[in-house]
């Protein structure tokens, strides 16, 4: 009882383990005849590769994590390997932390792969804790990911009983070492040496450290502060006798901005009206923050719970309530008013920091025009987003693969677009072509070259840049390219490389080719 007289309810903590977390998200980027393979998630170590996680085929045939990659190969040559994705895995995590807010108030992630959550006083509104915890297991289950929930009062029950307890385990409050006792000491989350130490105690479950006297364990532990070297403190924790910190993951709202209307509206020309107060005000809520919106949703609420939502995305982030108006016109034309909309909200669900810039001084007036990615906005809006594509850098020194044609807006990967070359010309040729070149010696500088039936004399050249197949995906047989920038004669100015070395080991002569010209 408190003070006041209320009985507290006891809390409720589930945690909620992903055994497989990084292995189930490769296989939603993968199709199903590659993710019927033996595969491995592996990364470098000192001694060599190490696995990190394995799918249902590797695990048959013996892999496991934490294996050295040689050994698995020595089970199962064949199995396929793949680089693991820590930090791809760890914002996977933390966008299925902040989803499981559905079920409770608040929630954390909780290691690499699993999540503690908060449901205190609100189990029964899914039909009790057995309910809840299997609702819990099932919708992840329907996002692709294996679960294990497990309910206790403190998170390091929860913990234990979600790693080492039965599916949807419930820690008995009044007796918890009655659920708990059973479970081994790996289940106190030690270190791996502090594990070794007790077992060779005989002390295998944490039923037995309650049976030892509590001063013996604290003068063998004695000066261990930390609790995951220190059984005593875990133990501790794990009955709720010292608390454990928790720091929740919270969202931060996106900005928003809200219409709610005296009279349901039924006609297009009020609710343009009703987008442009709201374009005028979303703008303000972004300036206040110093961001821009790359991707807007809007959701019309009807009298009769309908909800109509638009969505659209833009190719760079941007905070011009005219430019809002026009994309979202040609998207509110099939919108149905049923009895009324009587709610119009916008959202702006992917904001970004925008620059200020700062405007003419001047009594001159300014005069708008349309940038390119307005007009790419109006161009995907009309015909669809995938429908247009533009060059964007790719992360390669090699000249044709060093950009691609993508969707306006993407998002380019990490390490992409950022390379950084010598003088390249403008006009690239799709493929580059073969010429014949007269050279002084075989490492010499091209004198003159036939292209396309005709003869050019080369007056001056600089070079030669070196440029080396990328040996992580080209075959041993691709050789190196040394380019020359030349110009002829006639004052006009060619990119040509030569396609090899003469005795590299990797063909007959050099072949020459003229891949680009400059302006």
């Given amino acids: 009882m408190t003070e006041t007289g209320f009985l507290m309810p006891r809390r409720e903590i589930v945690s909620i383990w992903l055994p497989f977390l990084a292995i189930d998200r490769w296989e939603h980027q993968v199709t199903s005849d590659i993710a019927a393979h033996a595969t491995v998630l592996t990364i470098e170590s000192a001694h060599g590769p190490r696995i990190t996680a394995a799918n249902e085929a590797a695990r ?3 892999a496991r994590a934490g294996q050295r990659l040689v050994d698995a190969r020595a089970l199962h040559p064949g199995i396929n390997t793949v680089s693991a994705d820590i930090e791809g895995d760890r914002k996977m995590l933390e966008r299925m932390t902040l989803w499981t807010q559905r079920w409770g108030p608040w929630s954390m992630t909780d290691g690499l792969d699993a999540m503690l959550l908060d449901v205190t006083g609100a189990s029964h509104l899914r039909g009790g804790a057995k309910a809840l915890l299997r609702e819990i297991a099932q919708s992840c289950e329907r996002r692709g990911f294996q679960a294990r929930p497990a309910m206790a009062a403190t998170a390091g ?19 918890p070492l009655l659920t708990l006792g059973t479970l081994p000491v790996s289940a106190l989350r030690l270190d791996a040496a502090i594990e070794t130490v007790l077992r060779r105690l005989g002390l295998k479950r944490i039923g037995d450290l309650q049976r030892v006297p509590r001063q013996d364990l604290a003068r063998r532990f004695r000066g261990h502060r930390n609790p995951q070297t220190n059984p005593l403190i875990r133990l501790d924790q794990l009955l709720g006798k010292v608390p454990e910190p928790m720091v929740p993951l919270n969202r931060e709202d996106p900005p928003r901005v809200t219409r709610r209307l005296m009279e349901p509206i039924l006609h297009r020309s009020l609710l343009d009206q009703i987008m442009r107060d709201l374009a005028d005000d979303m703008v303000r809520e972004l300036e206040a923050k110093r961001l821009g919106t790359r991707r807007l949703e809007m959701r019309a609420y009807r009298v009769d719970g309908e909800v109509a939502v638009r969505h659209l995305e833009m190719s760079e982030a941007a905070r011009n309530a005219s430019h809002i108006c026009r994309l979202f016109a040609s998207k509110l034309d099939d919108v149905q008013a049923g009895f009324g909309i009587d709610q119009v909200d916008l959202i702006s669900t992917w904001s970004l ?15 708008e025009g349309t940038s390119l990615p307005q007009m790419l906005d109006r161009i995907c809006a009309r015909l669809g987003k995938g429908a247009v594509r533009i060059p964007a850098a790719a992360n390669s020194h090699v000249p044709e693969r060093s950009y691609r044609l993508s969707i306006p807006g ?12 010598y003088s390249r010309p403008l006009k690239l040729l799709e493929r580059a072509e073969r010429i014949a070149v007269v050279y002084a010696t075989p490492e010499g500088v091209p004198r003159k070259f036939r292209w396309r039936g005709r003869l050019h004399d080369i007056a001056r050249s600089e070079g030669p ?12 047989h691709v050789r190196l390219r040394d380019y020359y920038r030349i110009e002829d004669d006639g004052g006009r100015r060619y990119w040509i490389y030569r396609d090899g070395i003469a005795g590299d080991g990797r063909g007959g002569a050099p072949d020459w080719y003229l891949h680009g010209m400059f302006p």
């Fill in 410 to 421: 993407e998002v380019i990967g990490p390490g992409q677009g950022e390379m950084q070359f």
């Fill in 60 to 62: 048959q045939a013996g």
């Fill in 157 to 175: 029950a929860a913990w234990a009983l979600s790693h080492y307890g039965e599916l949807y385990a419930i820690a008995d409050n009044d007796n």
């Fill in 353 to 367: 920091p925008v620059a200020l810039s700062q405007a003419e001084i001047g009594d001159e007036q300014q005069i």
């Fill in 465 to 476: 840049e070196r440029v080396a197949p990328e040996w992580w995906k080209e075959r041993s």
